[in-house]
């Protein structure tokens, strides 16, 4: 049996070697901020976001499965990786994020793309396309409800103000001098540590913990963010259900918020990076509601 475990960590990481060799690297310029992304594949563009903490690599198993009928374009969100990390709470304000991947979009000839966000990726795809429609043809969220359905559960649920106590303390005043490479690289799968540690050493952690001092409602959660206007292209939704940061209460009434299709699957063994554990469901489901 550990022979066959070792043959199995050895054969993921030359997949990775694989991939990491076969995309294509860019950048794309937005206000002098300049955004990395792995593309791999031809066809109709799928761009894909991550969240924290992770880079574009996350998206590994989707780009496989999915390059062979898309152009798959996963990114390095500002403040990761090979991405521009500028200094600065206020340069990680959503709007900038937002306007990030449309830049992504424009960078590779597109008007508008298939958009995939796990996350505060998701975070950015929701709101990129209750914003700006115009950029999204379809959007795919990974474990993040809509914000309209998170923001309710802040205010009113307390199992889910006691889990995201992990948001609260990311909001305090040096907060990222608490992270290291190491001990990030530690919530991936072994075979993947590596890569991740790799990365996240080239990462900015203070850049990181932004996303929740600019975007996180604060408590006492009474004056949350305005509603997200309703998005009006088709969703499909995957959800982890042993998610402990983002309770599964926040996706009751998603419907409301979705003038268009709703596709809404649960994965009661997965966690929070569903994309993962349930990577051949995910994908798959993934190829089957796009070619509709």
Not at 58 to 74: K, P
Not at 204 to 226: C, G, I, Q, S, T
Not at 227 to 245: C, E, I, Q, S
Not at 251 to 256: F, G, I, Q
Request: proline content about 6%.
């Amino acid at each position: 049996m550990q022979k066959l475990l070792a043959l199995a960590s050895f054969a993921l990481c030359l997949q990775a070697e694989d991939l990491f060799q076969r995309v294509e690297n860019g950048y794309a310029e937005n206000n002098g901020v300049k955004i990395h992304y792995a593309s791999l594949g031809r066809g109709p563009l799928v761009v894909m976001i991550h969240g924290f903490p992770d880079f574009w690599y996350s998206w590994r198993h989707q780009m496989e499965g999915l390059s062979t009928q898309f152009q798959v374009a996963a990114i390095d969100q500002r403040g990761y990786n090979l991405s521009d990390k500028p200094k600065g709470v206020e340069n990680y304000d959503m709007t900038l994020l937002v306007s990030d991947v449309i830049a992504v979009i424009r960078r590779l000839g597109k008007d508008n793309a298939i958009v995939a966000g796990h996350d505060w990726g998701g975070a950015v795809a929701w709101s990129l396309a209750a914003f700006h429609p115009a950029f999204v043809e379809k959007l795919v969220i990974v474990n993040l409800p809509n914000p309209n359905g998170l923001w309710r559960e802040l205010a009113h649920n307390p199992d889910q103000q006691r889990n995201s106590q992990y948001a609260r303390n990311f909001q305090q005043e040096g907060a990222h001098l608490k992270l290291t490479a190491e001990g990030l690289a530690r919530l991936a799968p072994e075979a993947e540590r590596s890569k991740y540690l790799e990365a996240f050493q080239r990462s900015d952690f203070a850049a990181m913990l932004n996303y929740y001092k600019r975007n996180y409602p604060r408590e006492p959660y009474d004056a949350l963010p305005a509603p997200l206007p309703n998005v009006k292209v088709p969703v499909l939704m995957f959800h982890g259900l042993r998610d402990t940061a983002l309770l599964p209460a926040a996706l009751n009434d998603t419907w409301k918020w979705v003038d268009a299709p709703l596709t809404l699957v649960t994965l009661p063994t997965a966690g929070h990076w569903s994309h993962w554990d349930a990577a051949g469901q995910v994908t798959a489901t993934m190829k089957w509601w796009l070619s509709q």
